[in-house]
């Protein structure tokens, strides 16, 4: 039997466990002492420049240099000429498409946002909110036209139960534009009414306001519908390997803002302070969706986003050509979607104003549908927006005794540990959650309390009564209680109020990294407390620095080359590229064992 070897790092500790004392030198090497300066506590041998070569390619592209990049640099002299030859090749290959797809796949990895959940079974993700359309078969009457996937099965046929023939027209497709598509049966109503069903009672419904749902079309360019090709309806979308299926676009456009602002030297604070975002077509849908279910009618005729020529001058991704469909293209949420307001300093305070709320400022990645559908409650964002923007640790402590826990997770029992960091980070995400389910993407709501004209209930949702006993009105029930650091507001201000729960800013009796808030409301407000804190920028920084040398800065033990590193990067204007570059041209990445 073979014997069993295993590496073991320069910890000081070989299987022990933490406090343990034992000799460095018993593990096999020696441990550099803690640094104090700029150089990380690395050992100060020069690597020869092949090795320094490789691993500018490593880190910029994610593969080793090629048999030709090789020989060019044995060809370009002495060590000096090659180190030119390396620093050339850094130049070239930061502005060249791959460096692009590494800070994408970087970004992916560290945000680590799931997909979209399903709202039932598969197909049915949900954020979509739009009625599937599928192609009448060759064989039938209306061949190649375009009918409702559920509820208008003999479209197809050409004519009605009675003997009529049924509706159709032909419409530029938002899917396609600049082609033909004929809808037929209930997709070709252009009528502003319809009839919708409740409580299996037919009612009338406005078209304009309610979408496609009953009788009602699919509205201007096929607008409230999304086609679907392929054989099983709603799997286009759906499926995390389709590229261009809306399920996972959503999913990666986080990632894909972050590398689009590396590309285009943007500051890396637009990543979570930023009105605007990047999406193809497929996925400014479901900004323009969800403005339209909250009323926004005037979206229905804007075709800004999805006719080529109206987005052919914004900065797209390297990958695709201006104008393209499918380019992750700069697009401004606010014009999408309404209720992300342009604002950056929009104040509402439940407690005391009762008028409606105009919306939440858009943050970037943290209004993303793919984040706030991805993690569904607003503990979840918010845990997880301190641990990957603020580089955040949510450990539990040991050996440690807490009063009891009665109702509130922040004050009591042993959860508020991590409650009285997580909640003032929460408190931010209040205002989206789902209702229902979905089919092939149509059906669920995404609402968003207290905005807007829609978003309101009669005071018995507070008490649970039908229809509000189910998800999210049941979950707001249990944990929005008045009195809490969730909920900081008295039981008085919410019998006068109840959608005074939803507060979701930070009170100045409280602080979020030492921060006090200055009323932003939403996903900004936290956005711009981790900025203020530092926070941020030592977490980009730290990741960027994992990135090109290969391992993380200890925050502890490593406090003054962060802080170092965190000001160059600073200086540098926040924008990622100019900064990696310095990282490759730095003593450490010219170092190694």
């Known amino acids: 039997m073979l014997p069993v070897v295993v590496w073991l790092g320069c910890t000081g500790t070989v299987g022990g466990r933490p406090g343990d004392t034992q000799d460095p030198a018993d593990s096999g090497c020696v ?16 690597l020869a420049p092949s090795r320094v070569l490789r691993r500018a390619s490593l880190a910029l592209r994610g593969t080793p240099p090629t048999d030709d990049e090789y020989a060019a640099l044995e060809a370009a002299g002495d060590a000096t000429a090659q180190q030119a030859y390396v620093d050339a090749f850094v130049d070239q290959t930061l502005h060249d498409p791959v460096f692009y797809r590494t800070m994408f796949e970087q970004a992916r990895d560290w945000f680590n946002i799931p997909l979209v959940p399903s709202t039932a079974d598969a197909p049915e993700y949900g954020v979509q909110q739009q009625r599937a359309l599928m192609p009448c078969p060759a064989s039938s009457a209306k061949a190649g ?37 004929r809808l037929v049966g209930l ?46 309806t709603g799997f286009e979308d759906y499926l995390p390997y389709a590229e261009q299926g809306q399920r996972r676009l959503v ?15 943007r500051p890396m604070t637009d990543l979570i302070l930023g009105s605007y975002s990047v999406g193809p077509s497929n996925l400014q849908a479901a900004y323009v969706m969800q403005g339209l279910a909250g009323g926004m009618s005037d979206l229905r005729t804007d075709d800004s986003w999805w006719r080529p020529e109206r987005f052919s001058s914004a900065p797209v991704d390297p990958l695709h050509s ?23 300093d929009y104040r509402y305070d439940p407690r005391s104003v009762t008028t409606p709320m105009r919306g939440i400022p858009a943050a970037g990645m943290l209004t993303t549908a793919g984040f706030l559908s991805g993690y569904p409650r607003e503990r979840v964002r918010g845990a997880r927006a301190l641990e990957t923007l603020a580089c955040e640790v949510l450990a539990p402590p040991m050996g440690q005794k807490f009063n009891e826990y009665r109702r509130d997770p922040g004050s009591e029992g042993p959860c508020q540990h991590c409650h009285r960091r997580l909640d003032p980070a929460a408190i931010h ?16 709501e995404y609402l968003m309390p207290g905005v807007g004209t829609k978003w309101h209930w009669p005071v018995r949702w507070r008490q649970g009564v039908y229809p509000y006993g189910v998800d999210p009105f049941s979950h707001w029930n249990r944990w929005y209680v008045a009195d809490t650091k969730l909920t900081p507001i008295t039981p008085a201000q919410e019998q006068a109020n109840p959608e005074a729960v939803f ?3 930070l009170p100045p009796d409280q602080t979020l990294l030492g921060q006090v808030s200055d009323g932003t409301v939403g996903p900004l407000g936290f956005a711009k407390l981790i900025v203020a804190a530092g926070a941020f920028d030592k977490c980009v920084v730290r990741h960027l620095h994992a990135q090109v040398l290969g391992r993380d800065i200890d925050p502890a033990t490593e406090a003054g080359y962060l802080d170092t590193e965190v000001s160059r990067y600073i200086a540098g204007g926040r924008k990622v590229r100019p900064y990696i570059k310095s990282l490759t041209q730095s003593e450490l990445f010219r170092r190694g064992r």
Not at 31 to 46: A, I, K, N
Not at 162 to 169: R, S
Not at 329 to 342: G, H
């Open 322 to 344: 201006p104008g393209d469909p499918k380019a992750w293209r700069e697009f401004q949420v606010p014009a999408r979607n309404p209720f992300l307001l342009a604002d950056r």
């Open 503 to 505: 507060i979701d800013f």
């Open 31 to 46: 441990e550099p002492p803690p640094s104090e300066g700029v150089d990380g506590g690395e050992r100060p041998d020069t």
């Open 187 to 232: 997709a070709a109503n252009v009528a502003n009414t319809g009839v919708g069903s409740e409580n299996g009672n037919p009612v009338p419904v406005d078209c304009v306001k309610s979408g496609p749902v009953g009788t009602c079309g699919c509205g201007p360019n096929g607008i409230s519908c999304h086609a679907d090709y392929q054989q099983y």
């Open 145 to 181: 036209a375009w009918r409702y996937f559920r509820g208008d099965t003999a479209a197809c046929d050409g004519v009605k139960a009675d003997g009529t023939p049924v509706a159709e027209i032909s419409i530029e497709p938002w899917w396609a534009p600049g082609t033909t598509a």
């Open 429 to 444: 995400f209040k205002r989206y959650a789902k209702l229902g389910s979905a089919s092939e993407g149509f059906g669920a």
């Open 251 to 265: 999913s990666e456009e986080p990632a894909r803002l972050y590398a689009h602002l590396v590309w285009h030297d």
